[in-house]
């Protein structure tokens, strides 16, 4: 029996964040999304709310229509991301920084605002969606890989913060998911990228979500400010 | 004892789950077992229950209940 929880989901609406958010209501929590649009398909149980996360005041509106609906947040999974992929030579300063305002910035606005409740019931979870870009980097990502790896020194500084409290904070590196971004490669842009995965194929959003529900449950209490890679073994090197 | 002193006195036996008997002008945090978080979190709810605003640097060398709470008056 799970013991209920309101959990958070941002970018809730579809890819990762809809396979981790569906998990949640499953299992029996109370769960909430966030969508630009407002609108999200198939959210069965599911509380859809307006939100932006580079906009400090609506991630307030926000999850203050979470906090009457459901209560308090105890969960977040910061997992709202965009990328604008370029070589460096080529990229705007606003490339850079409106990546680096969507994934980092957004994660960091996100976990303050959700952190006040968290402190006061001395319990939370914060899981923040990375990506092994954000280990290794990527030749055509410096941006997004720079706000990836930037998730890891915030979720390591907010476990230490907060240690005291009954928070934990922990980062999920997906590799290669099988999500409307991934499907849009070309099949010989897949083929090379399965080749380095040793478990030979794409992963799938629950599996991503599976790693994301077991770091918010009770029994993962002493594990925070570490960084799982979810990849088929992509990353061991 | 007065009114405004009653409701700091309120803010912090919920935030640092102390007795009313310990929140004296000169109980510092430390022996209230409180440590940089905890005055934080008082500090906001100070700023809700009086609604004033207090800025990070404003809270350097405060250390006791007083000067805690003469922060907080001098805003009102
Ligand atoms: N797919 C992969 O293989 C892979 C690998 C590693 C890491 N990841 C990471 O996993 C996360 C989810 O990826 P995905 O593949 O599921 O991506 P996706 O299908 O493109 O979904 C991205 C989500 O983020 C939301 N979002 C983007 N910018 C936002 C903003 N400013 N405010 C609020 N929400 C915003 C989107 O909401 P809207 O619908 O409103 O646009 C959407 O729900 C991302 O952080 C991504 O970097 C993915």
Redesign the pocket.
Known sequence: MVNERVVLV????????QAIARRFAAAGHRVAI????GAADDTDGILVVN????DTASVDAAVSQIEETLGPVEILVS?????RDGLVLRMTDEDFTDVLD??LT?GFRVARRVSKSMMRNRWGRMIF?????GLGGQAGQANYAAS?AGLIGLSKSLAKEFASRGITSNVVC????E????MALTDEQRAAMLSVVPVGRLGQ?DEIAAAVEFLASESAAFITGTVLPVDGGFSMG | MSDNFERFKKCAVDVLSVDEAQVVPEATFESLDADSLDLVELVMALEEEFDVNVEEEELDGVNTIQAAYDLVVSKL
Do not use: C, F, W
Request: charged share 15%; proline share 5%.
């Open positions: 941002t970018g809730g609406n579809r890819g990762i964040g966030t969508s630009r649009s939100a932006d996360v580079t997992n709202a991301g965009i990328t969507a994934n957004g969606i990375s990506s092994i870009v990836k997906p590799g290669p998911i999500t409307d971004m991934l959003g």
